[in-house]
C-alpha cells in the first residue's frame, strides 16, 4: 500500500514571501505520479501540479513548482510571492502506475497573511 | 460545461434511512472514484470504478454500495446511514494519467 506523509498540519506565511509545503511518499512501485491539489474554503479541489516518477525535470505551473527528490521519495510544493487567495488546505496525492486510485495525505493547511 | 456534477450538494438524513448519492461526467472518462473527506483524515478512498460494469472497494467500503451501469454515472449508495457517515463526499473522473476531476462536493450529516 501506498502511504503519504505530510507532516505540517498548519503553516503561516506572508504576503508575497515563498513557501515549502511537505510531502513524501512510500511506494514499492517504480513508476507513479505526483499530484498536488488546493481546497479553499469553498470545498472544491483544484488540481495545482502534477509530476512523474520518470520527469526529469520538476513540474512548474506559474506560481508552483514541484521540488522532486526521486531518492528520497519527496515531492514538496513550493508556492513563490504567495497571494492572500492561496489561504487553503494543501493535499499531496499519489497515483502508482499499477494502480488507478489517488492516494491522499492528510493535508496541509496553509494561512496567508498581510 | 464539461466536469462532473454530483448531487445532491447538502443532505441530512436519520440514522437507518438509505439514500443515493449521485455522480455524472460528461467527459467519457473510464476511471470513476468515490472520496469522503473527514476532518484531519484527508480523503480516503471508498469505491471505484475503471469502466461500466466494472467496480472495487477501496479503503472504507464498508456501508456503501456502487454500481456502474454507463459510462457517465456512477452513484455512491448508503444502505443503512450511521452518524460515521457524516462526512463530505467527492466523485472523481479520470482519463489516463493525470487528469483527474473532481465534483464539488457533497456535504452528508447523519443524525
Known amino acids: 500500500a501506498q502511504k503519504i506523509t505530510q507532516t505540517q498540519p498548519g503553516m503561516f506565511v506572508q504576503e508575497k514571501e515563498a513557501v515549502t509545503l511537505d510531502c513524501t511518499y512510500d511506494?514499492?512501485?517504480?513508476?507513479?505520479?505526483l499530484f498536488w491539489y488546493k481546497q479553499p474554503s469553498s470545498g472544491e479541489m483544484i488540481f495545482l501540479i502534477y509530476q512523474g516518477s520518470y520527469d526529469e525535470q520538476n513540474a512548474t505551473e506559474g506560481r508552483y513548482s514541484l521540488n522532486f527528490q526521486k531518492a528520497r521519495k519527496s515531492a514538496n510544493l513550493v508556492i513563490s510571492a504567495s497571494q492572500l487567495g492561496d489561504s487553503a488546505m494543501y493535499f499531496c496525492?499519489?497515483?502508482?502506475?499499477?494502480?488507478?486510485?489517488?492516494?491522499f495525505g492528510k493535508g496541509t493547511s496553509l494561512l496567508v497573511t498581510p | 460545461n464539461a466536469g462532473v456534477t454530483q448531487t445532491p450538494k447538502f443532505q441530512v438524513l436519520k440514522t437507518g434511512q438509505s439514500m443515493t448519492l449521485q455522480c455524472a461526467q460528461d467527459?467519457?472518462?473510464?476511471?470513476m472514484s468515490w472520496y469522503r473527506q473527514d476532518p484531519g483524515m484527508g480523503l480516503r478512498l471508498i469505491h471505484y470504478s475503471v469502466g461500466a460494469g466494472i467496480t472495487d472497494q477501496g479503503e472504507v467500503p464498508n456501508g456503501y454500495n456502487v454500481s456502474r451501469s454507463t459510462t457517465e454515472d456512477f452513484p455512491l449508495r448508503l444502505l443503512s446511514a450511521a452518524p460515521s457517515q457524516t462526512s463530505v463526499y467527492f466523485c472523481a473522473s479520470s482519463q489516463g494519467w493525470r487528469g483527474y476531476t473532481f465534483g464539488s462536493g457533497t456535504r452528508l450529516t447523519v443524525v
Open positions: 467527459m467519457n472518462h473510464e476511471y
Open positions: 496525492a499519489m497515483r502508482p502506475n499499477s494502480g488507478y486510485a489517488l492516494n
Open positions: 511506494t514499492s512501485d517504480q513508476s507513479y505520479g
